[in-house]
């Protein structure tokens, strides 16, 4: 496979835009034009409705998990239970992605928070409460909210199996269209999905749920394993946002050009490597991901953040290995990009808003070579 047309671009010209490299490829009639998102008019609004907004308490499932099964018949989650059922937006069957377990919804604007009326695809944790209530007291409005809300986390999936980043696709705009692993979104999903397929609590709620989840997930490790990108012949890693349709990379936001991702691949990775029996596919695909974090550790840097936030990469031969966020296909380059869309070698030109707000080094691979080590002793 040659390199995707977006990454010889940038190599060819290093300072082009990413927007401007994009209107080089085909895309689906389906999608919308690519605008920059967000624009600073709507930064300063989420800012104030930042403020303004109530939104979940943090970590809150984890408590509620940790209780007995006979908790969740008692009076104090029947009524979490009924908040759930409160936020549930009725055109959708989903939750919104800044609600709340603590109170009802009482359509007052100042309790939707920051996020808005959107849909989120990622509000699991109300689900796996909504499953235990129902498995516990057997109410049907329990089980009916659950099972709608299942459905619209299996119809999201695109038919090649991947899942775009926040909504279901119907509503999705812009780049949230593309499949998506940024910020693991797809791995998350896939990850619940497969709760779904085998916890038992489930198939209480509808019989044929833990087979469609089953179907689901499997079709998502069919793209998982069709994205990973292949460069020189070699396959790689994946990027943030990958093509539903060609399986290509993606720009995501104006600050997240086409590229190998060291970031997000880590979670697909990690999740490959939890399947029970992986295919000579998935054995593959892991043992070149893994191959990729190795070959591009930054060594002898670190980064330093001084009291604004900065990001500044200063060398130091005893700092641990690191490693970019975005790397150039197929150069293996660390990249970087600002507002502005434009790729470059150093992060030093990028505006300081973008430098102190997004990760742009991480400690990625040492999670990904450790566990990578645990799994090949165990097939050995």
Not at 44 to 67: F, H, I, L, Q
Not at 139 to 145: A, G, K, P
Request: aromatic letters at 10%; charged letters at 20%; proline letters at 8%.
């Amino acid at each position: 496979m040659r390199a995707p047309v977006v990454a010889v671009i940038l190599a060819a010209c290093p300072f082009i835009t990413a927007h401007a490299a994009m209107a080089q490829v085909q895309h689906p009639a389906a999608h919308p034009p690519l605008i920059p998102f967000p624009s600073p008019f709507q930064l300063e609004v989420m800012a104030k409705a930042r403020k303004v907004g109530t939104s979940m308490p943090v970590g809150w499932w984890d408590g509620m998990a940790a209780k007995p099964a006979a908790w969740f018949a008692s009076d104090e989650a029947r009524a979490i239970g009924d908040n759930i059922i409160s936020w549930q937006i009725s055109e959708t069957g989903g939750w919104p992605g800044g609600d709340v377990v603590t109170q009802p919804f009482r359509g007052a604007e100042g309790q939707i928070g920051w996020r808005g009326h959107s849909t989120s695809l990622y509000r699991f944790d109300q689900m796996r409460f909504l499953a235990r209530v129902y498995a516990a007291t057997g109410e049907e409005r329990y089980r009916q909210s659950l099972d709608t809300g299942l459905s619209y986390v299996l119809d999201a999936q695109y038919p090649k199996g991947s899942w775009p980043y926040g909504s279901h696709p119907s509503v999705a705009a812009h780049n949230a269209r593309y499949a998506s692993f940024n910020d693991d979104a797809m791995v998350k999903v896939m990850t619940f999905v497969r709760e779904v397929a085998t916890d038992p609590i489930y198939a209480k709620v509808s019989p044929g749920r833990p087979a469609q989840a089953q179907a689901a997930f499997d079709k998502g490790v069919a793209y998982i394993l069709r994205a990973q990108i292949v460069a020189d012949g070699k396959l790689t890693a994946w990027g943030s946002q990958h093509d539903e349709v060609t399986y290509e990379p993606r720009m995501g936001r104006m600050f997240e050009p086409p590229s190998i991702s060291a970031n997000e691949s880590a979670g697909v990775l990690l999740l490959l490597m939890s399947l029970d029996k992986p295919s000579p596919e998935v054995v593959r695909a892991v043992e070149s991901g893994v191959a990729g974090y190795k070959a591009t550790a930054l060594k002898g840097v670190r980064i330093d953040r001084p009291a604004n936030g900065d990001r500044i990469a200063v060398a130091d031969p005893k700092a641990k290995p690191i490693w970019a966020r975005f790397y150039e296909i197929p150069t293996n380059r660390p990249i970087f990009a600002g507002r502005d869309g434009i790729v470059r070698y150093d992060l030093k030109p990028v505006e300081l808003e973008r430098r102190a707000g997004y990760a742009w080094y991480g400690d990625w691979g040492d999670v990904v070579i450790a566990r990578y080590q645990e799994w090949a002793r165990a097939r050995a």
